[in-house]
């Protein structure tokens, strides 16, 4: 897996700029798309470690049990939605909605830009 960290460039105001705040509240990676056939069927990529642990500096912005408020792009769709803790790392939710519009299967490896939200809502 690939994976950068940015400084947060264009970021709102006050991310990664605030007192106490990281200075990395952005990052690009790359990972296959996974099924999980649980209760609740979805996809997901896993986060590769090195980002979760840019992610852990951020855990002021967690709500209900860990999960970390993000807005994601891939490919032209952009959207909100939160990382869930899973195995002690994170995994990224992806909307039937995502996976329809950029064309993504199973085992397919997106380029994914992970910007932490502020804002959980």
């Known amino acids: 897996m690939a994976l950068m960290a940015t400084d947060g460039g264009g970021a709102e105001p006050g991310v990664g700029s605030g007192v106490g705040e990281p200075a990395v509240d952005e990052w690009e990676l790359v990972g296959p798309i996974w099924y999980w056939r649980g209760p609740a069927p979805y996809h997901y990529v896993t986060v590769p470690e090195p980002v979760c642990e840019g992610l852990r500096e951020w855990s002021f912005v967690s709500y209900g049990w ?10 032209e769709t952009t959207w909100p939605t939160s990382l869930f803790p899973k195995d002690g790392g994170y995994v990224l939710p992806l909307r039937d909605s995502v996976r329809a519009a950029e064309d993504l299967q199973v085992d397919d490896v997106p380029r994914v830009v992970l910007r932490i939200r502020l804002d959980p809502r």
């Open 66 to 75: 860990g999960m970390i408020p993000v807005t994601v792009t891939i490919g």
